[in-house]
């Protein structure tokens, strides 16, 4: 969808839908009230009627509004004025946008951004509409063919402002661009979406940009460098493994950059301790880690941050065979830290902790890995909040304030001394589960443990990358997050 700036007379831009806001009590925000007065009071008859919703997120789609160019108008509840919030404000520009996908209209205007949300500037408002716009108009078709008469995505938004506010409609633009990306890889199913495929995919970005190079590690390179805990995973799987490493130099050569690693198990039958039936069919999420690494590494590139980036995604398959790793198995990480695998099915911190050891080469700022973890951050998060970890107060706190910023939050959870106990094991230096108490917590010490001497955080995504049992696919979470980290950290 191409996003563009227009400051005409709100009712005079000729478009197929006119979004404009609606609060609950006081005045008109400053579209509605021009699209009434030359309505003749049309806009302000609707409400008193009650054929108008403003309740947060509710939509009412107006025709043949006197006294304006638009064809329609889409008014978008926000509420009372004084409980709307920017995750508020968000979910009704994300409701918009779907109604806008849905609907033969191949363009819009959009005023949303008028409202006025206590702490949030106009050009916060108005990128996180239009990134919200972009963001709800997704849908896939890679492998499914749409109907002749079934409605085309919006082609084009244009917001009502001025050229003072590019810098923020370039930012949607561009963080838009890695939630496509995030998104179509995590929906893509497992037999096309294979480590191979994401490292073609890794080419063609390194292609499309000129600052920004690739290298692929195969499996004989992984085993030179000692990586068996990550080929471990690999083991029962036909498919070969692949280290992906994308680096993008937006910044002088000699500034250090910050590292984003993502777990791709592009699907996980849960090796030789197989997953139940009920929930297998949802395994090719489990690179939305990695998904979410690629998007913000898509956004960098697209905005052209001054920062250098660097991106490692473990790309592997778990599968049952009769190489397959086996519960009670010893594995050595690349790190020489011994790992007793009690259960094949917590193979994503494996994989992880080679990456994360890998990455000390490159002198990183700051490492951030992201992973479907476990599934006990989605029981205790639920699918709103992606899990934070961090051996750094001032690491963690920005990244909070990153998804806060731009509604893809995070929750901070604790990796305590106490709870490293749970990992002992008195056949290697650790196992790799903790047992059933604070799952979660448990596995980000695992990792911990391999970044001892690193400036690290863990986001464990398994609750807001995709909604269980839902239709709707990846959410391409947490690009939002670490773009906007990144946005920070370049200043």
């Not at 993008?248 to 699907?267: H, N, Q, S, W």
Request: proline share 4%; net charge negative; aromatic share 6%.
């Amino acid at each position: 969808m191409n996003l563009k700036l227009d400051n005409r007379g709100i009712c005079e831009v000729e478009t197929g839908c006119l979004v404009i806001p609606f609060v609950e009590g006081g005045s008109l925000p400053d579209s509605v009230a021009a699209v009434d007065k030359a309505a003749g009071g049309a806009i302000t008859s609707l409400l008193e009627d009650g054929d108008i919703a403003v309740k947060p997120g509710k939509t009412t789609l107006l025709h043949r509004i006197p006294g304006i160019a638009a064809e329609r108008v889409l008014a978008v509840g926000m509420g009372k004025p004084e409980k709307l919030n920017l995750a508020k404000f968000d979910s009704a520009c994300m409701a918009a946008a779907k109604v806008l996908r849905d609907h033969p209209v191949r363009n819009c205007h959009s005023s949303l951004h008028e409202v006025a949300v206590e702490g949030i500037s106009t050009a916060d408002l108005l990128r996180q509409s239009a990134l919200a716009l972009r963001h709800g108009n997704y849908l896939y078709t890679v492998t499914k063919q749409r109907k002749d008469d079934a409605p085309e995505p919006l082609k084009t938004a244009s917001f009502a402002a001025g050229p003072e506010f590019r810098d923020a409609v370039d930012q949607a633009d561009g963080i838009a661009a890695g939630f496509d990306k995030a998104r179509m890889l995590g929906d893509l199913p497992p037999n096309i979406c294979t480590p191979s495929y994401l490292a073609q995919d890794a080419a063609a970005i390194a292609q499309a940009y000129d600052n920004v190079e690739l290298e692929v590690l195969e499996e004989s390179d992984m085993a030179n460098l000692g990586m068996d805990a990550l080929l471990g995973v690999s083991r029962g799987s036909s498919l070969d493994a692949k280290l992906i490493v994308l680096k993008y130099m937006g910044a002088e050569a000699d500034e250090r950059p910050v590292a984003l690693i993502g777990k791709g198990i592009t699907f996980d039958s849960g090796g030789l301790s197989l997953k139940s039936g009920e929930n297998m069919m949802q395994m090719k999420y489990d690179m939305c880690g990695a998904a979410g690494v690629i998007g913000a590494f898509v956004a960098c590139a697209e905005m052209q941050l001054e920062i250098n980036l660097l991106c490692i995604v473990a790309a592997v398959e778990n599968m049952p065979d009769g190489d397959a790793c086996r519960p009670g198995d010893v594995l050595t990480s690349m790190s020489g830290k011994t790992i007793e695998v009690l259960n094949t099915d917590a193979e994503g911190r494996l994989v992880l902790c080679d990456a994360i050891t890998y990455s000390e080469k490159f002198d990183p700022q700051c490492v951030i890995d992201v992973a479907t973890l476990t599934g006990a951050c989605v029981v205790a998060l639920g699918h709103h909040a992606s899990g934070l970890m961090s051996n750094d107060d001032e690491l963690a706190q920005a990244l909070t304030e990153a998804g806060d910023a731009i509604v893809d939050r995070a929750w901070r959870l604790p990796i305590w001394d106490e709870y490293q106990a749970q990992l002992d094991s008195p056949f290697a230096d650790m196992k790799n589960i903790g047992g059933m108490p604070a799952g979660v917590l448990t596995a980000g010490c695992f990792l911990s443990r391999f970044a001892e001497d690193l400036n690290w955080a863990h986001i464990d995504v398994a609750g807001s990358a995709w909604k269980w049992g839902s239709k709707d696919g990846a959410t391409g979470r947490p690009v939002g997050l670490l773009a906007q980290f990144l946005l920070n950290r370049a200043g």
